[in-house]
């Protein structure tokens, strides 16, 4: 009975984990041991950052190389998916407990 309560607890933590970069930002100085999450939170601050000096007028001829590869618009899908695809993959593999519970607490009637 207790299984689909277990794997929604477990699916509800690891989502949590999985999210979480404040405390690799806060807690962490070895720029080794960074998450994949700061790492991509990172790559947005930086494109973004690119995408205002290129408006201001303020952009070197590299910056300016740069943004035309790139936008900052492709680096925020981009780090959408990277944050997205784990999760996906895990989650049917954990569903047939949730479709147990839901059905042992149906009321027949």
Known sequence: LSKPILATVAVFCAVSQWNSWQDNYFLVSDPNLKTLQLILREYLNDASKISQAMQQGNATAELAERMTQISTESVRMTSIVVTMLPI??????????????????AVKG
Request: charged content about 10%.
């Open 88 to 105: 996906m993959l895990v989650y049917p593999f954990a569903q047939k407990y949730f479709t147990k519970g839901i059905m042992l607490g």
